[in-house]
């Protein structure tokens, strides 16, 4: 099929990546030139593994295309994917700007019957905007032609009229086909995930969305390697938007519940991991997400949860629950920085040293991690802080220039007072602790274990004054 997905960030690249792989010729529209040049040279703009390998044989096979261009995209596809952001506005509420740009573009564009799909988490009831938007982008697109048709006829014969486009309008219809993948794990989630739904009030656009997505449905494209096939959820449209916030919520949630439990086992003496394996056996619980640590961030969880609370505010519903969810995040993400004060008291001109900056490993996404909330809030009470992450370094030196970053956490943590654990990438369980504790400072010894990625037995024996969440 011909597809069009419009931004190429972590969602709308992928997408496009991997619906190229299974056979549609896809074009990429994103309004960055500087990103549209650098795709065209195979420059990946962020970090997802397998992506750069994806892009290139599918742009090599001629299925993957870059463009600046949302009209020429839109002309030439039947599918087009809106993947833009909706990031948080000061108040909480999603910021629908560039969804609104590209439907008006869309309309503007269209020139045939198109399915528009919206992948961008949007709020319930976007769906009906996004059509009403297309069809003012079209209409506005026939008044320019119009007015451009009468300036051209009065640059001939003088006088005035008015007049607007006639005929009748393009056709298209709008789904929801809300995005679930997780960054690090992407590429994985696209081909191999939990389920697909598309929400849509329009039964040919289903069609074309199941259509679109057969080999998926079916595990068809990879040799049907994998033996359960991925459940086509088909709901209305506000469902379908619903689900994606419902499902981020609940994620939230979930964790939220776990550092509350943590924090209450630290009171009383009990060890989360424990009791996280102990209650993740009951199937109705199950083991995922029940990781204590310093609090959730990253691009889709904040946001979210605030711009759900926000949308059951406008239909004036207080959710009570989801705001306790962030409230308990909000005092988890001050954690680290509460138990390098208890252990160091003033951290002026103190050195800390902090262990991963994403706001999960395998990634380099640095939205609302909580590892640069500590680096800010260390640097602000003059704390030197310097920092090791395996990809995010760069893009964290942009973003808090003041930050030390290291190619290599053994010499990160040379002269350190403190090391915090921030990030639970795979390979610091690898580190030789023992040579990082050598690099410290003779001073306290203080490792902050904020994601419980070592055992406390072993590092108290290395010598380190170890604390971890809950345990
Ligand atoms: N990142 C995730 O893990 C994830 C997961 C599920 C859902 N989502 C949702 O998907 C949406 C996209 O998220 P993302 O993380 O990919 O965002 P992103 O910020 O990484 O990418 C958005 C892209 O859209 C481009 N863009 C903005 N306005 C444009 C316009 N008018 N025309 C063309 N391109 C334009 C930007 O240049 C950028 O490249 C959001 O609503 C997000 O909540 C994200």
């Known amino acids: 099929m011909k597809v069009c997905v419009i931004g190429t960030g ?14 549609n010729d896809v074009v990429c529209v994103d309004n960055n030139d500087a990103k549209v040049a650098g795709l065209r040279q195979g420059i990946i703009p962020i970090y997802e593994p397998g992506l750069a390998e994806l892009v290139q044989k599918n742009t090599q096979r001629g299925r993957l295309a870059f463009t600046t261009s949302l009209a020429d995209g839109v002309g030439c596809s ?6 833009v952001g909706t990031p948080p506005q000061p108040n909480g509420e ?25 992948k ?50 393009p056709d298209f219809d ?20 939990d389920r697909i739904v598309v929400g ?10 199941r259509e679109l997505y057969t080999p998926l449905i079916a595990q068809t494209f990879a040799g049907g390697k994998q033996a359960r096939k991925i459940p086509f959820i088909v709901t209305d449209l506000n469902s379908a938007e619903m689900i994606k916030y419902a499902a981020n919520c609940f994620l939230a949630t979930k964790i939220s519940f776990i550092n509350e439990v943590a924090n209450i086992c630290e009171r009383v003496g009990a060890d989360v991991e424990r009791v996280a394996e102990g209650i993740g056996f009951d199937h109705r619980i199950g083991h995922a997400f029940l990781r204590a640590g310093i609090g959730w961030g990253g691009s889709c969880f904040p946001k979210d949860v605030s711009a759900m609370t926000h949308i059951a505010r406008d239909y004036g519903y207080d959710s009570k629950l989801l705001k306790s969810v962030i409230e308990v995040n909000q005092a988890q993400r001050q954690i680290a920085l509460l138990k390098l004060q208890t252990h160091l008291k003033s951290l002026k001109g103190k050195t800390i040293g902090i262990l ?45 220039p003041a930050l030390t970053t290291y190619d290599d956490p053994y010499a990160m943590a040379d002269d350190c007072d403190a090391i915090v654990v ?36 072993k590092m108290k024996a290395l010598g380190f004054t170890y604390v971890s969440i809950g345990r």
């Open 10 to 23: 972590y969602v709308g690249l992928v997408s496009g990546a991997c619906l190229a792989e299974l056979g």
């Open 78 to 83: 039947d599918i087009v994917f809106i993947t």
């Open 422 to 457: 921030a990030t639970e990438w795979s390979q610091f369980k690898d580190l030789d602790m023992g040579r990082v504790r050598l690099a410290m400072r003779p001073s306290s010894f203080l490792l902050v274990d904020g994601r419980n990625v070592f055992e406390p037995a």
């Open 94 to 118: 999603a910021d629908l700007s560039y969804v609104e740009a590209v439907a008006r573009g869309i309309g503007a564009s269209l020139n045939g019957y198109k399915v528009i799909v919206n």
């Open 356 to 400: 991963g900056l994403a706001f999960k490993p395998e990634t380099d996404d640095l939205r609302d991690a909580p590892a640069m909330t500590l680096a800010a809030q260390l640097l602000k009470l003059g704390a030197r802080v310097r920092a090791f992450d395996p990809i995010a370094e760069a893009h964290a030196k942009l973003e808090l």
């Open 200 to 209: 849509s009030n329009a039964e040919r656009a289903i069609e074309k969305m």
């Open 174 to 193: 709008v789904v929801s086909c809300p995005e679930f993948l997780r960054e690090g794990s992407a590429i994985q989630d696209t081909f191999f995930g």
């Open 120 to 169: 961008s988490t949007v709020p319930v009831g976007c769906g009906d905007w996004v059509a009403m938007l297309v069809r003012e982008g079209i209409q506005e697109a026939r008044t320019k032609q119009a007015i451009a048709l009468l300036a051209e006829e009065q640059g001939h014969e003088g006088g005035v009229a008015t007049m607007t486009g006639t005929g009748p309008l």
